[in-house]
């Protein structure tokens, strides 16, 4: 073994300069004495007395046991013997040394033999990297892990943390189950490699560790994991590595999933509903601008479906809906979209076809798919559709408008005597489109609160008194203003729309009336007459409205008169008869209105338990101008009386019309004269004033 020498202490210096150029770190050279107190310090650099404090001079010639402390590891010692017997550089991994003022650090040894020209050994240099740093660190990181872990505890989620190079070094939380993971089982193997099939997460971890935070949702095969994803820092803020909550929101995704459906979808037959329609026909007519095509509309209206729905029940309808749709679906190619609008209005949409007749041909198809009877509830029910067609090349044509068109062809259908399918053309007439917008507005305007009701007065004739009003239905339509029922009651009263503003215009009507009646008592109450159009008289449901309006209102019967149009009952004598006769056993009270422009027969009004006869505007307008209304009008004033009923004399404008009413000894009137109809608020002024 030889002793330093000159000439050997010259070949650190050289490697020492190149060593300062590429290592910060702290060098220490010593001798390679093996026996104690062991080797001795020849050269230390400045990067090792920044680490220790010590500066070269105290160290020189010491050994490096100095910078043990108390430590007496004699595996340490052994270990280093034996490397440097055999000359090998070595690692000799993390030892805990003193500085000058006694504090701990941490180091890592990297020993390497230096050797003279011969190839011996003659000193060992000692790389020592300064570890402190970066064991603080990793205990930050196990800090913060443990705070991380006791959040977590046992919620459904997983939790993981990541070292700098995305190993694994926590894996918690019962959302691991899911993954078919135990808690901890991944530690110490790479994300990298144990989710080499999700890129996804990969990249995640890797901006992660970039110093971006990442909420995201992963599909780890079936499952999905929302997620987020953030640098572990230091206190400095440097990254150590990555923390991640993810939870299992597979569940929540599925009814996520299960809304959209439902959103898109009509819930009875589970056909796409109008939505869904309009989406892929937009789509469809951006394809077909591309492809030269033709996008085909078909909107099918089932043909007396009210009549089935009316006599068979709610049920039976909606089987027999769910019936037909699912003959639509089977008749026409997957490609087709079959959606529901509502009712039974069903739209079809066919997508690259060259003319307008591939439509008509699909129309016809299903014209005749129908005709098999459907078995409902053990009943045979034919049903047939009407169809209107529509055809579009290119998205110039709004999916709104193409209904639209389809639906203008399908009226047309109906009108031409249904079972039956139309081509729209553009010249079918406007007035449709006109009655077909209005129907719209009208159905939304229910639910808008667009409707609104006005009270004309009814008065004794004698006096002038109010005993009573008719509600008389308005719509403040958003742009065209107030509309008059002439407007639009025509319009409801070919849809059930009508069933469905009566029904609001009676509850509202007698609401309001309850409320003036306590406000304004008189003997007897303040009435309403409420107009009943024809087709509600019809509807099975009237009766059971009326009773459920009066109980929810706590309106007297008495105090409610119904107002059927004398032009309205001839339809369906005995039903109406028998629906008479029901509104009389609750109590209500019945006006045929318009009286004269009818055709009832004498024996018909016999039977009808009506309690008052309307004499139409018409012949009022007359008297003390034609002789012949003031005859009618007297004749109309005993037919009551032999009829047992009372009569009320309608759009009275001038105090002579009234004079001449009061000479024929009618009781009751309306008109312009007394007052026009006013909005609730007017109207309760007038009763307010006129209180006796
Ligand atoms: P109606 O039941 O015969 O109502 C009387 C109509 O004559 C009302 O027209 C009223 O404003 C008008 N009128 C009243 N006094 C005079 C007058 O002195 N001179 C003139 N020229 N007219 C007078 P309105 O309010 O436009 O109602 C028209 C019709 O609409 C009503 O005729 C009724 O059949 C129907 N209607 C109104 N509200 C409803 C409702 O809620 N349901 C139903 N089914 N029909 C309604
Ligand atoms: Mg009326
Ligand atoms: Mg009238």
Known sequence: MKSSGRKHVEQPDRLIETAMRHVSEAVVITTTDLDLPGPKIVYVNEGFCRMTGYTAEEVIGKTPRIFQG???????????RYHLSRGEPFDDGEVTNYRKDGSEYVLNWHIVPLRDEAGEITHWMAIQQDMTEPRRAQKALQESEARYRTVVGNAPVV???????????????KGLRALGLKPGEVVGRSIFEVYRDVPEILEHVRRALGGEEISATVQVGPLAFEGFYGPLRDEDGGVLGV???????????????????????????DLPNRTLFMDRLEHALSLATRHLRL????????????????????????????????????????????????????????????????????????????????????????????????????????PKDLLRKADIAMYEAK???????????????????????????????????????????????????????????RWEHPERGLLSPAEFIPIAEETDLIVRIGRWVLAEACR???????????????????????????HPELVDDVGRVLQETGLEPGSLYLEITEGSLIEDELSTLATFRELKRLGVKL?????????????????????????DRSFVEGLGKDPKDEGIVSAVINLARVLGMEEIAEGVE???????????????????????PLPAEATGMLLATSAP
């Open 295 to 398: 996008v085909a509309v078909l909107f099918v209206d089932l043909d007396d479906f009210k009549v089935v729905n009316d006599s068979l029940g709610h049920e039976a309808g909606d089987t027999l809906l769910i019936a037909v749709a699912e003959r639509l679906r089977s008749r026409l190619r997957p490609e087709a979209t079959v959606a529901r609008l509502g009712g039974d209005e069903f739209a079809i949409m066919i997508e690259n076809i060259m003319v307008v007749s591939d439509a008509s041909r699909v129309a016809q198809r299903i014209i005749e798919g129908l005709r098999e009877p459907f078995i409902v509830e053990g009943r045979q029910i034919s049903i047939s559709p009407s169809i209107g067609i529509v055809a579009a090349a290119s998205s110039r044509d709004r």
């Open 512 to 538: 309001q009336t309850r409320e003036w009646q306590e406000l304004y008592p008189s003997d007897p109450p303040l009435v309403v007459c409420v107009n009943v159009s024809g087709r509600q008289l019809l």
């Open 415 to 473: 009108a031409k005597g249904k079972a039956r399918y139309e081509v729209f053309d553009p010249t079918m007439n406007a007035q449709a489109l006109e009655r077909l917008e209005v129907e719209n507005d009208l159905r939304r305007a229910i639910g808008r609160g667009e409707l609104r009701v006005h009270y004309q007065p009814k008065v004794l004739v004698s006096t002038g008194e109010i005993v009573g009003t008719e509600a008389l239905v």
């Open 70 to 80: 108390p430590r007496t590891d004699r595996a340490e010692l052994d270990r280093l």
């Open 654 to 676: 001038t105090a002579e019309q009234a004079a001449h009413l009061r000479k024929l000894g009618c009781r009751f009137a309306q008109g312009y004269l007394f007052s026009k």
């Open 591 to 615: 006006i045929l209105d318009d009286f004269g422009t009818g055709y009832s027969s004498l024996s018909y009004l016999k039977r009808l338990p009506a309690d008052f006869l309307k004499i």
């Open 159 to 173: 939790l993981f943390a990541l070292d700098g190079e995305g190993v694994f070094t926590l894996s918690e939380g």
């Open 243 to 269: 923390i991640g909550v993810a939870a299992d929101v597979t569940e929540r995704q599925r009814a996520q999933e299960r809304l959209h459906h439902q959103a898109l979808h009509d819930p009875l037959t």
